[in-house]
């Protein structure tokens, strides 16, 4: 099994706590050169009731709620759930002070317990390539969700982050994503996975890109992947000159951004 989907390896490594993710998260946070916001960009896309039964699979720390969490209305009851505990622990923290009283539970997208036709909307954001069993994920979330309930899933394209691939194997025999995790459920293969399960499937792209002028917060984005755990302090002396040499001539490193969202209806 590849690590990407390895849960043994997700929950005591890469997903153990919000440590890597956050790493990643600074990168986009601070070099986007888009003008719109990621996560007001999602919300944009919640049609739904103000008194909907929400679930989030896979929250992570809860970033997309930290940043909307004036924008929530009142009438939501949402359930924020990862199937590691440690990241649960950290999505808790970050909103200890919202005045929104979300409810928080492990679950694993692949046995989701909540009885049949019981929500109005589930989310996975960027997840769902990290699921072995995705036809059983989809299964289970199509049985939770009511007649006419939505689902909104974001996830990458096939060149996101190209660039630091290509950067990577200069040092490293594997590129940034090891195995290629954006193979798994991507922009461009998520339609067909989806449509078994959905009656309607809309697919919008975010249009983005990083432009990073910064050799520390990239460095530290590539030590929190797969890939960069592997390298060695050589090695990353090796990259640290490549990404200062990359700098030096262009003035920055313009990186392709491949981001999207599934927008299905029950």
């Not at 390896?9 to 956050?22: E, I, M, P, R, W």
């Not at 440690?86 to 989701?112: C, Y």
Request: proline share 3%; net charge negative; charged share 20%.
């Amino acid at each position: 099994m590849a690590e990407g989907t390895n849960r043994q390896y997700l929950l005591t490594q890469q997903y153990k706590n919000a440590s890597n993710l956050n790493a990643r998260i600074e990168l986009h946070k601070r070099f986007s050169a888009s003008t719109q916001n990621w996560y007001e960009w999602i919300l944009e896309h919640f049609t739904f009731a103000d008194n909907s039964q929400i679930l989030e699979l896979g929250c992570g720390s809860a970033e997309f709620w930290q940043h909307n969490r004036e924008r929530i209305p009142r009438g939501w009851f949402v359930t924020l759930s990862d199937f590691s505990a440690g990241m649960l622990e950290d999505a808790q923290q970050n909103l200890r002070h919202s005045k929104h009283p979300f409810t928080f539970q492990v679950i694993d997208a692949q046995a989701i317990p909540f009885a049949d036709e019981s929500l109005d909307v589930a989310i996975a954001n960027h997840m769902l390539y990290h699921v072995p069993d995705r036809p059983r994920a989809l299964s289970e979330i199509r049985r939770i969700l009511k007649p006419g309930g939505h689902f909104y899933a974001t996830t990458i394209g096939e060149t996101h982050l190209q660039e630091l691939d290509d950067l990577v194997e200069q040092v490293l025999d594997s590129g940034v994503f090891g195995e290629k995790l954006r193979h798994e459920f991507t922009l461009e293969s998520g339609y067909g996975q989806l449509t078994p399960y959905f009656s309607q499937v809309m697919l919008d792209r975010f249009l983005d890109g990083l432009v990073v002028t910064e050799v520390e917060p990239l460095l530290a984005y590539i030590l929190s992947t797969r890939a960069g755990h592997a390298l060695s302090e050589e090695r990353i002396q090796t990259l640290r000159t490549l990404i200062e040499q990359e700098l030096a001539e262009h003035g920055a490193m313009h990186i392709t951004k491949s981001s999207g969202i599934f927008v299905a209806r029950k």
